[in-house]
């Protein structure tokens, strides 16, 4: 875009005050576009507008996709996140995008709140007529009463005080009719303190 370009250099030598500048209006607009994303897809979800393009594949090819993705991230707050898939392909019939929007969603949740040098791990496992991805990581945990409440729309169990990524609370609620739309399902187990497990 322009301010990417023009960060860049493209239309000339920037100052640092600058650049500083542009990289806050930068910011402002990868998130700005996020949250109408966000608000688009709900909205095409409730309209029964959202269509699946459905393929065959190997399920792991999604999810090495997206932890290749956002290790930059989780290294960059001393995370580790590590996937463990096995070795026969499990061919699943998704729609690549929306299941990649799933985990995007759930393995950035868990680099945004557990606390610097924590530890992520995917797993994906063979449940015979099913499959079965889990994100686990060992963070603050999710209360009882949390837990209850996690999918519906604008919550954010966690409160981020200061700068941070503020997102909408629709993130799970679509992650969870996104999973339904492909006939699955979703939830969470976690002790207060001791961490969480997405399935």
């Not at 999810?63 to 956002?70: C, I």
């Not at 995008?97 to 040098?117: E, H, M, S, Y």
């Not at 009463?145 to 981020?160: A, G, S």
Request: hydrophobic content about 40%; charged content about 25%; overall charge negative.
């Amino acid at each position: 875009n322009i301010v990417s370009n023009a960060m860049a250099g493209v239309m000339g030598k920037v100052s640092h005050k600058l650049y500083e500048s542009l990289k806050m209006a930068d910011k402002s607009i990868d998130r700005l576009s996020r949250i109408v994303a966000d608000f688009l897809d709900i909205s095409k979800i409730e309209s029964g507008a959202m269509k699946l393009d459905l393929a065959v594949m190997p399920v792991q090819n999604v999810v090495s996709e997206v932890v290749e993705t956002l290790q930059p991230l989780s290294s960059a707050k001393g995370i580790t996140l590590k996937a463990e898939m096995g070795n026969d392909d499990l061919l699943v019939n998704l729609d690549s995008d929306r299941i990649t929007q799933v985990l995007t969603n759930l393995i950035g949740n868990a680099i945004k709140f557990i606390p610097v040098n924590g530890n992520i791990n995917v797993f994906v496992s063979d449940q015979g007529e099913e499959v079965e991805l889990a994100v686990q990581d060992d963070g603050p945990g999710l209360s009882k009463d949390e837990m209850e409440k996690i999918f519906n729309r604008f919550v954010q169990v966690h409160n981020l005080k200061g700068e941070g990524e503020h997102g909408t609370g629709l993130g799970l609620t679509i992650a969870k009719e996104l999973v339904e739309l492909h006939h699955g399902r979703i939830w969470v187990e976690s002790t207060l303190g001791q961490g969480c497990c997405f399935h």
